[in-house]
């Protein structure tokens, strides 16, 4: 009888959808943002944080807000199998950094500047520039309550995109107030809109009550006439307020930043305050918003810490890099300097102490790999060596390594001479390859 169990196909398994693999050459570009930004948050003296991808489930509950998007329709959320603790994968990640700051006792001895990257899980409709795993890069300065600290963050982001000839970014601010003032503000919203309930979608009288303030970010095409006549909160701040985001405007005015007031601007969660900003583009879309944050005062007091003030924002890197594309950034440098040509088996010993000894001076150096039938040929290494990027072969042939020699040639620009190299001393020649990369 034939075994029919061993000649069923394995069922191929693939990722799940609107989370994405990246690979190479994509990831170098990754790579490489990520430096720019680490470089960034140097200069600007915000330190790195990294916190769980779970998190408690009431985390985001409080600090964002029960009748939030992102809380009642996108959240990743599942009961821990072995005792019941409701869990989330996080969909956001300033409640969790403000989750860490007040168990840690972080601010015990003053203002602390902290910064994130990593993936967030939201369930969404999969499209351009907005995924179910998608990446953030987050600053966030908590203990602080000026307003120098809102613009400093924006003159961050505004260097970053400097720094990576990032253009067509434009800048939005608003002020959401203190909550007495949105307090007042909320009952005439609510009035105004209960006289135009017939222009309402049902989601947005589902809301009326609960949120209001949510209604301004409908992008109902019915209803933008109603909400354009709404009242402004802008209309309703108090003088604090009001010279908060004064200090804002006129720091960023000295600077010769360029912005917009934006009164309908009012981010997706509860806990924000006070200032409001987005930075975004044309170029990709519906999902135009590149960058945002603002002033959450009452976060940390809201996950069970003593009242701090805080201000933050996070990036989308999925967008970012969609960006960089459009603007013709989309060939990834190659990291490989040197790509190592070997003729025989038996050189690999010597061979390799000299490419230990390269790479030991920050020479990035990729090896030639054997198979079961020995080395490839000549020809089709080089193939190889091209393919990888590097700027040059070294050639470990049998007259080369037989005289301690090694052959470097130039993939990139046919007017560099071949030269040879001596293989026990790399470190005299290792920068000759980087300065030329």
């Known amino acids: 009888m034939v075994d029919t169990t061993a000649q069923r ?38 330190e790195n944080i990294r916190t ?26 599942f009961e821990d199998r072995l005792n019941g603790e409701a869990l989330t994968l996080r969909p956001e990640n300033t409640a969790g950094v403000v989750r860490a700051v007040v168990e840690h006792s972080l601010l015990y001895n003053g203002g602390k500047r902290l910064y994130y990257m990593g993936p967030m899980f939201r369930h969404e409709r999969p499209q351009r520039g907005r995924y179910r795993q998608f990446h953030q890069i987050g600053a966030e300065a908590l203990g602080f309550s000026g307003g120098e600290l809102d613009a400093e963050l924006i003159l961050m982001a505004c260097d970053l995109w400097k720094d990576i000839g990032l253009e067509d970014v434009a800048l939005q601010i608003n002020s959401l107030g203190q909550p007495a003032e949105r307090t007042l503000h909320r009952a005439a919203l ?9 222009v309402l979608d049902d989601e947005a ?10 209604l301004l970010d409908s992008k109902n095409p019915a209803m933008q006439e109603v909400i354009e006549a709404a009242p402004r909160l802008l209309d309703f701040l108090g003088e604090a307020s009001r010279s908060h985001l004064g200090v804002v405007t006129s720091i960023l005015d000295a600077n010769g930043v360029a912005y917009t007031m934006n009164p309908r601007l009012v981010r997706g ?19 135009g918003t590149i960058c945002a944050g603002g002033r959450y005062d009452y976060l940390t007091e809201q996950v069970g810490g003593k009242p701090a003030p805080a201000v933050g924002w996070a990036m989308g890197v999925e967008r970012v890099l969609e960006l960089l594309k459009e603007k013709g950034d989309a060939t990834a440098v190659s990291t490989t300097d040197a790509y190592a040509v070997i003729t025989e088996a038996a050189f690999l010993p010597s061979v390799m102490a000299c490419l230990q000894g390269l790479r030991a001076q920050g020479v990035s150096v990729q090896m030639h790999a054997s198979s079961a039938e020995g080395f490839a040929s000549m020809k089709s290494q080089f193939k190889r060596a ?8 070294l050639v470990f042939g049998k007259d080369e390594v037989s005289a301690g020699l090694v052959s470097v040639k130039s993939l990139r620009d046919a007017q560099v001479p071949q030269v040879t190299q001596p293989m026990d001393h790399p470190e005299r020649w290792a920068s000759s390859l980087q300065s030329a990369a």
């Open 9 to 46: 196909r394995i069922e191929k398994l693939s990722g799940v959808k609107g989370m994405n693999d990246i690979l190479p050459p994509d990831s170098a570009r990754w790579e490489a943002l990520e430096h720019q930004v680490r470089s960034l948050m140097r200069r600007f003296g915000y």
């Open 52 to 77: 769980p991808i779970v998190e408690p489930t009431a985390l985001f509950v409080r600090g964002l807000g029960e009748v939030t998007d992102i809380v009642e329709k996108e959240m990743y959320s």
């Open 190 to 198: 609510i009035a105004h809109f209960e006289r135009n309930l017939d």
């Open 205 to 214: 009288k589902r809301r009326l009550h609960l949120n209001p303030l949510r």
């Open 269 to 287: 969660m509860d806990y924000y305050n006070l200032t409001v900003f987005e930075f975004v583009t044309t170029k990709l879309g519906a999902q």
């Open 386 to 393: 091209d393919a990888s990027g590097a700027r040059f072969a």
